[in-house]
């Protein structure tokens, strides 16, 4: 087993590109795999048994290329599969691998962003069933008030470029209007899937400025930052070249194209089987 490789990065599809973008900004020392599960995207919708098998597929596939350490760029995995990975399936099989998710890093920090106490939360049908959000503000932020919406047209609507049509704009809004109906509260707003910074500023605009809109990319890179400075044991087994390489498990020119909307550069990617 190798004692030294790159992080891996992993979601559905596209989304989790937007977190490894942030990794790259904060982060681009280290060497990185990108894995996006396009043949069998979206997760949303997805019971917690085939979110996690599917997540657990991609996980061994991940730490079979060297990678030391997997974060879960994915909400839906982190909110279904991860709790398992960590406490079951991977406990006792290498002490030194580790997974992460992009759930708890978010509400580590959200909490104290909000000045009503009061926090919308949009994601996918998976993450708003899985009540992960409210669970984990709950620990770290147990005064605030957590609102959920579920939005199981986004991701659809972003993969296939549809969200800035007539159509896609309205159901953004739809579902925004539907969000703050619930509580005239929320002054925060987490965009809580890894596919919605692509559409943040339409949910500004929908919002106004009396409400903030988060996006998580910047606190997961800056949570990762702190987690390896003050864990030597995992920094050690992180390779450092300045690479990244991406691996799809469907057609590598059709993430090619659309991932330039997720990452802002060019890409090459191969295509694989979990």
Not at 44 to 60: M, P, Q, Y
Not at 162 to 180: A, F, M, P, R, S
């Amino acid at each position: 087993m190798n004692t030294i490789g790159p992080i891996g990065v992993f979601d559905s599809g596209y989304g989790g590109l937007t977190i490894l973008q942030e990794f790259l900004k904060v982060l681009p020392e280290y060497d990185y795999i990108y894995l996006g599960d396009n043949a069998r995207a979206p997760y949303g919708n997805r019971s917690f048994e085939v979110v996690h098998d599917f997540t657990l597929e991609a996980v061994r596939f991940l730490q079979k290329k060297g990678c030391r350490l997997v974060i879960l760029a994915c909400n839906t995995s982190s909110a279904k599969a991860l709790r398992t990975l960590q406490q079951i399936d991977l406990l006792n099989e290498d002490p030194d691998f580790r997974v992460l998710g992009v759930i708890r890093p978010s509400t580590e920090t959200i909490g104290a962003m909000s000045k009503s106490n009061c926090i919308g939360i949009l994601g996918t049908q998976g993450t708003v069933q899985s009540s992960s959000y409210k669970i984990e503000l709950e620990k770290f932020s147990p005064n605030i008030k957590v609102v959920q919406h579920a939005c199981p047209m986004w991701v659809p609507l972003i993969e296939s470029n549809k969200h800035h049509t007539d159509i896609g704009e309205k159901v953004i809004e739809n579902d925004i209007k539907e969000l703050l109906e619930k509580d005239a509260a929320i002054d925060t707003i987490l965009l809580a899937c890894t596919h919605y910074p692509l559409v943040i500023e339409h949910v500004k605009k929908s919002v106004g400025n009396h409400i903030q809109v988060v996006s998580q990319g910047p606190i997961v890179a800056n949570k990762l930052k702190d987690y390896l400075s003050r864990n030597e044991f995992m920094r050690a087994q992180i390779s450092k070249g300045n690479t990244c390489h991406f691996m799809t498990t469907e057609n590598a020119a059709v993430f090619d194209t659309s991932a330039t909307q997720f990452l802002a550069k060019q890409i090459r990617s191969i295509q694989v089987s979990l």
